[in-house]
């Protein structure tokens, strides 16, 4: 069975500018989530996708958003490029919405200069 | 806000050495703890506990939750160089956010 995908593997970009994140999930899992990982913070939690709609949501700004399509991979998309969004952003998926497992992708290495 | 907190942030052992990692949580209303691995790639699932499943065990990994101290930990004996990674713990609360709160992790080193 094929793990979670995340494409691209790594990105640079410009401050200012906007950035979209793909994640295709387990087959078969209908739950996504998105997490950030810095050196400083660790792991926090963005949001979880589940049947297209967003239930719940980290404590980051509203440039930060997502989006989940009917065959349950989703998006990430950060407007207004920051230096400190560089980061590692990890997708994992659940079978279910109440399923506690959660299994990670290989993440998308965002580096913004 | 749920807060989880891993001991000791980095261990270096010998092949062949057994190692504790520690995991210490404040959560309402806590559902369950995971256990991760993480190399220089993405965190592997490695167990989850929950109030009905409180041991886990799989080859030379154990882990132990005690609801009374809210605290968990990760055994590894006979450690393998391949065991070096960082080991992150993570608690879901119950209600409605059902996300993973991580701890720092813990950087463990195996030199053979």
């Known amino acids: 069975k094929a793990g979670v995908t995340q494409t691209p593997r790594y990105l640079i970009k410009t401050r200012g500018q906007q950035v979209t994140l793909s994640c295709s999930p387990i087959?078969?899992?209908?739950?996504v989530s998105w997490y950030q990982q810095t050196p400083g913070q660790g792991l926090q939690f963005l949001f979880e996708?589940?049947?297209?709609?967003?239930?719940n949501k980290g404590n980051f700004p509203g440039r930060f958003s997502g989006r989940q399509f009917s065959n349950s991979r989703s998006e990430m998309n950060v407007s207004t490029l920051e230096l400190g969004d560089s980061a590692l952003y990890l997708c994992?998926?659940?079978?279910?919405?109440?399923?506690?497992?959660?299994?990670f992708g290989p993440g998308t290495r965002l580096t913004v200069t | 806000e749920d807060k989880v907190v891993q001991s000791p942030l980095s261990l270096v052992v010998h092949e062949g050495d057994t190692v504790t990692l520690n995991c210490s949580y404040e959560v309402t209303n806590f559902r369950s703890l995971l256990w991760y691995k993480q190399e220089k790639k993405a965190p592997t699932f490695l167990f989850m506990l929950t109030s009905s499943g409180i041991e886990k065990k799989s080859g030379r990994l154990s882990s132990i939750l005690d609801k009374k101290e809210l605290s968990s930990i990760l055994n590894i004996t006979a450690t393998q160089t391949g065991d070096s990674a960082i080991y992150l713990c993570?608690?879901?609360?119950?209600?409605?956010?059902?996300?993973?709160?991580f701890g720092s992790g813990t950087q463990l080193t195996v030199l053979p």
């Open positions: 996708y589940f049947s297209e709609t967003q239930r």
């Open positions: 994992a998926s659940s079978r279910l919405r109440e399923a506690d497992e959660q299994y």
């Open positions: 087959s078969g899992h209908r739950s």
């Open positions: 993570a608690v879901i609360s119950s209600g409605s956010a059902r996300q993973l709160t």
